[in-house]
Protein backbone atom coordinates (compact mmCIF):
# COMPACT_ATOMS: atom_id res chain seq x y z
CA UNK A 1 0.00 0.00 0.00
CA UNK A 2 0.89 3.43 -0.47
CA UNK A 3 2.73 5.18 3.18
CA UNK A 4 -0.47 7.54 4.03
CA UNK A 5 -2.40 3.79 3.12
CA UNK A 6 -0.21 2.34 5.88
CA UNK A 7 -0.48 5.40 8.21
CA UNK A 8 -4.67 5.02 8.40
CA UNK A 9 -4.51 1.09 9.32
CA UNK A 10 -1.85 1.42 12.06
CA UNK A 11 -3.89 4.59 13.29
CA UNK A 12 -7.44 2.77 13.18
CA UNK A 13 -5.63 0.07 15.55
CA UNK A 14 -4.59 2.97 17.42
CA UNK A 15 -7.93 4.33 18.24
CA UNK A 16 -9.31 0.70 18.17
CA UNK A 17 -11.78 1.70 15.15
CA UNK A 18 -11.71 -2.23 14.73
CA UNK A 19 -15.41 -2.75 13.93
CA UNK A 20 -14.00 -5.35 10.92
CA UNK A 21 -12.51 -7.95 13.29
CA UNK A 22 -14.87 -10.87 13.75
CA UNK A 23 -15.76 -11.69 17.07
CA UNK A 24 -15.97 -15.18 16.37
CA UNK A 25 -14.54 -17.83 14.19
CA UNK A 26 -15.72 -17.28 10.84
CA UNK A 27 -18.91 -20.19 9.78
CA UNK A 28 -18.06 -20.41 5.97
CA UNK A 29 -14.27 -21.40 6.68
CA UNK A 30 -15.54 -24.27 9.22
CA UNK A 31 -18.29 -25.47 7.08
CA UNK A 32 -15.84 -25.41 3.74
CA UNK A 33 -12.51 -25.85 4.45
CA UNK A 34 -12.81 -29.33 5.23
CA UNK A 35 -13.77 -29.91 1.57
CA UNK A 36 -10.20 -28.95 0.71
CA UNK A 37 -8.80 -32.23 1.70
CA UNK A 38 -5.27 -30.18 3.07
CA UNK A 39 -2.69 -32.77 5.11
CA UNK A 40 -2.68 -31.53 8.58
CA UNK A 41 0.73 -29.98 8.94
CA UNK A 42 0.53 -28.59 5.97
CA UNK A 43 1.40 -24.53 5.84
CA UNK A 44 -1.51 -22.00 5.67
CA UNK A 45 -0.44 -18.07 5.14
CA UNK A 46 -3.06 -15.73 6.53
CA UNK A 47 -2.72 -12.09 4.43
CA UNK A 48 -3.57 -8.88 6.71
CA UNK A 49 -4.40 -10.97 9.56
CA UNK A 50 -5.08 -8.24 12.24
CA UNK A 51 -5.97 -10.36 15.33
CA UNK A 52 -8.19 -13.26 13.49
CA UNK A 53 -9.88 -15.80 15.42
CA UNK A 54 -9.42 -17.74 12.52
CA UNK A 55 -5.82 -18.49 12.71
CA UNK A 56 -6.45 -20.07 15.81
CA UNK A 57 -9.13 -22.87 14.51
CA UNK A 58 -6.92 -23.21 11.86
CA UNK A 59 -4.07 -24.24 14.29
CA UNK A 60 -6.26 -26.58 16.29
CA UNK A 61 -7.22 -28.25 12.90
CA UNK A 62 -3.70 -29.22 12.79
CA UNK A 63 -1.98 -26.39 10.25
CA UNK A 64 1.13 -24.67 10.80
CA UNK A 65 -0.32 -20.79 10.55
CA UNK A 66 1.50 -18.49 9.15
CA UNK A 67 0.32 -14.99 8.94
CA UNK A 68 1.48 -11.21 8.31
CA UNK A 69 -0.19 -8.04 9.87
CA UNK A 70 1.57 -3.87 9.67
CA UNK A 71 -0.13 -3.26 13.13
CA UNK A 72 2.45 -4.33 15.76
CA UNK A 73 -0.52 -3.07 18.44
CA UNK A 74 -2.53 -6.04 16.21
CA UNK A 75 0.08 -8.76 16.94
CA UNK A 76 0.53 -7.97 20.14
CA UNK A 77 -3.73 -7.65 21.22
CA UNK A 78 -3.20 -11.35 18.91
CA UNK A 79 -1.57 -13.45 21.41
CA UNK A 80 -2.64 -11.92 24.20
CA UNK A 81 -5.91 -12.35 24.02
CA UNK A 82 -5.72 -16.02 23.53
CA UNK A 83 -3.48 -16.22 26.44
CA UNK A 84 0.14 -17.34 24.51
CA UNK A 85 3.50 -16.08 25.39
CA UNK A 86 5.05 -15.89 21.68
CA UNK A 87 8.90 -15.81 21.20
CA UNK A 88 10.03 -12.67 18.53
CA UNK A 89 13.14 -12.57 16.19
CA UNK A 90 13.66 -10.12 13.48
CA UNK A 91 13.76 -11.88 9.94
CA UNK A 92 14.61 -9.15 7.36
CA UNK A 93 12.36 -6.31 7.60
CA UNK A 94 9.99 -8.18 9.58
CA UNK A 95 9.81 -9.11 13.46
CA UNK A 96 8.43 -12.66 13.64
CA UNK A 97 5.73 -13.40 16.46
CA UNK A 98 5.80 -17.35 16.96
CA UNK A 99 4.21 -19.51 19.53
CA UNK A 100 3.48 -23.66 18.52
CA UNK A 101 1.69 -23.71 15.27
CA UNK A 102 1.07 -19.63 14.77
CA UNK A 103 3.30 -17.51 13.57
CA UNK A 104 2.97 -13.58 12.03
CA UNK A 105 5.33 -11.80 10.57
CA UNK A 106 4.70 -8.20 12.12
CA UNK A 107 5.75 -5.88 8.32
CA UNK A 108 4.89 -4.40 4.88
CA UNK A 109 2.57 -7.10 3.15
CA UNK A 110 4.03 -5.97 0.19
CA UNK A 111 7.94 -6.25 1.26
CA UNK A 112 7.53 -9.87 1.88
CA UNK A 113 9.49 -11.86 -0.11
CA UNK A 114 9.08 -15.86 -0.81
CA UNK A 115 12.36 -16.62 0.71
CA UNK A 116 10.72 -14.60 4.13
CA UNK A 117 7.39 -16.49 3.49
CA UNK A 118 9.10 -19.85 3.21
CA UNK A 119 6.89 -22.81 1.48
CA UNK A 120 3.12 -22.67 1.83
CA UNK A 121 0.19 -25.32 0.68
CA UNK A 122 -2.66 -22.56 1.10
CA UNK A 123 -3.77 -19.44 1.28
CA UNK A 124 -6.63 -18.10 3.45
CA UNK A 125 -8.09 -15.03 2.70
CA UNK A 126 -11.41 -13.50 4.12
CA UNK A 127 -10.89 -9.93 4.58
CA UNK A 128 -7.94 -9.23 2.91
CA UNK A 129 -8.28 -8.19 -0.50
CA UNK A 130 -11.72 -6.54 0.22
CA UNK A 131 -9.78 -4.50 3.13
CA UNK A 132 -7.96 -2.81 0.32
CA UNK A 133 -8.62 0.23 -1.35
CA UNK A 134 -10.05 -0.88 -4.89
CA UNK A 135 -7.09 0.63 -6.97
CA UNK A 136 -4.15 -1.35 -4.52
CA UNK A 137 -6.12 -4.98 -4.91
CA UNK A 138 -4.69 -5.44 -8.39
CA UNK A 139 -1.41 -5.31 -6.79
CA UNK A 140 -2.24 -6.87 -3.83
CA UNK A 141 -3.18 -10.10 -6.35
CA UNK A 142 -0.28 -9.66 -8.26
CA UNK A 143 1.74 -10.02 -5.33
CA UNK A 144 0.20 -13.01 -3.82
CA UNK A 145 1.26 -14.46 -7.17
CA UNK A 146 4.76 -13.85 -6.73
CA UNK A 147 4.96 -15.03 -3.02
CA UNK A 148 3.19 -17.94 -4.01
CA UNK A 149 3.86 -21.28 -5.55
CA UNK A 150 2.45 -22.59 -7.92
CA UNK A 151 1.06 -25.95 -5.86
CA UNK A 152 -0.57 -23.62 -3.38
CA UNK A 153 -4.34 -22.80 -3.71
CA UNK A 154 -6.53 -19.74 -2.04
CA UNK A 155 -9.48 -19.99 -0.18
CA UNK A 156 -11.46 -16.79 -0.32
CA UNK A 157 -14.24 -15.09 1.27
CA UNK A 158 -15.68 -12.34 -0.23
CA UNK A 159 -18.84 -10.06 0.75
CA UNK A 160 -20.47 -8.68 -2.22
CA UNK A 161 -23.27 -6.14 -2.59
CA UNK A 162 -25.27 -5.91 -5.29
CA UNK A 163 -24.72 -4.17 -8.28
CA UNK A 164 -27.35 -2.03 -10.24
CA UNK A 165 -29.23 -3.49 -12.96
CA UNK A 166 -27.26 -6.72 -12.19
CA UNK A 167 -28.93 -10.18 -12.88
CA UNK A 168 -29.62 -12.88 -10.34
CA UNK A 169 -27.33 -15.00 -12.74
CA UNK A 170 -24.87 -12.43 -12.35
CA UNK A 171 -24.98 -11.95 -8.71
CA UNK A 172 -24.95 -15.28 -7.88
CA UNK A 173 -21.50 -16.09 -10.43
CA UNK A 174 -18.12 -15.61 -10.02
CA UNK A 175 -17.70 -11.51 -9.74
CA UNK A 176 -16.78 -9.85 -12.44
CA UNK A 177 -13.94 -7.63 -10.30
CA UNK A 178 -12.60 -11.34 -8.97
CA UNK A 179 -12.36 -12.35 -12.37
CA UNK A 180 -10.30 -9.42 -13.36
CA UNK A 181 -8.11 -9.39 -10.44
CA UNK A 182 -7.46 -13.36 -10.48
CA UNK A 183 -8.24 -15.06 -13.99
CA UNK A 184 -4.84 -14.06 -15.67
CA UNK A 185 -2.60 -16.24 -12.68
CA UNK A 186 -5.50 -18.17 -11.22
CA UNK A 187 -8.33 -20.84 -12.01
CA UNK A 188 -11.16 -19.47 -10.11
CA UNK A 189 -13.90 -22.33 -8.62
CA UNK A 190 -16.87 -20.53 -6.88
CA UNK A 191 -18.43 -23.00 -4.56
CA UNK A 192 -20.72 -21.51 -2.38
CA UNK A 193 -23.34 -18.27 -2.40
CA UNK A 194 -25.35 -17.02 0.32
CA UNK A 195 -27.68 -14.02 -0.18
CA UNK A 196 -29.14 -12.27 2.63
CA UNK A 197 -30.98 -8.87 2.83
CA UNK A 198 -29.47 -6.46 5.33
CA UNK A 199 -30.23 -3.29 6.49
CA UNK A 200 -27.93 -0.05 6.54
CA UNK A 201 -26.82 0.75 10.10
CA UNK A 202 -26.42 4.20 8.71
CA UNK A 203 -29.82 4.49 6.72
CA UNK A 204 -32.04 2.82 8.96
CA UNK A 205 -35.23 3.81 6.74
CA UNK A 206 -34.46 2.78 3.44
CA UNK A 207 -34.73 -0.91 2.69
CA UNK A 208 -32.45 -3.57 3.24
CA UNK A 209 -30.35 -4.31 0.36
CA UNK A 210 -29.06 -7.87 -0.89
CA UNK A 211 -25.46 -9.02 -0.54
CA UNK A 212 -23.76 -11.99 -1.34
CA UNK A 213 -21.18 -14.30 0.77
CA UNK A 214 -19.18 -15.92 -1.23
CA UNK A 215 -16.75 -18.90 -0.71
CA UNK A 216 -13.69 -19.06 -3.85
CA UNK A 217 -11.05 -21.76 -4.75
CA UNK A 218 -8.32 -20.45 -6.68
CA UNK A 219 -5.83 -23.02 -7.93
CA UNK A 220 -2.28 -21.00 -9.19
CA UNK A 221 -2.20 -21.39 -13.13
CA UNK A 222 1.27 -22.75 -14.33
CA UNK A 223 2.99 -19.63 -15.71
CA UNK A 224 2.99 -21.48 -19.32
CA UNK A 225 -1.08 -21.61 -19.02
CA UNK A 226 -3.84 -19.71 -21.39
CA UNK A 227 -6.09 -17.96 -18.75
CA UNK A 228 -9.72 -19.52 -18.40
CA UNK A 229 -12.47 -19.86 -16.00
CA UNK A 230 -12.80 -22.77 -14.02
CA UNK A 231 -17.42 -23.30 -14.04
CA UNK A 232 -17.20 -27.10 -13.44
CA UNK A 233 -18.24 -27.65 -10.37
CA UNK A 234 -21.96 -26.60 -9.18
CA UNK A 235 -22.26 -23.08 -6.86
CA UNK A 236 -24.15 -24.27 -3.67
CA UNK A 237 -26.93 -21.13 -3.02
CA UNK A 238 -28.76 -20.14 0.11
CA UNK A 239 -31.09 -17.23 0.03
CA UNK A 240 -31.70 -16.10 3.74
Known sequence: MTDRDNVLWLQCWRDQRTDFNQKTVNQLLT???????????????????????????????????IGIELSPIAVRAFFRENNLRP?????????????????ILCGDYFSLTLAVLGHIDAVYDRAALTAL????????????RLIVPEVAMVFLLTTEDAEEKET????????????????????????????EFEADPESPDQLPERTE?????????????LPMIDHKKPVKLYLK
Open 87 to 103: ARRQVGRFTLWQHGRLS
Open 213 to 225: YKVYRLLVKPRNQ
Open 31 to 65: KFWPGLDLAQGSRVFVPLCGKSFDMIWLANQGYEV
Open 133 to 144: PEEIRKHYVAHL
Open 168 to 195: LSQAFGVAEEIKILYSENFDIELIHVES
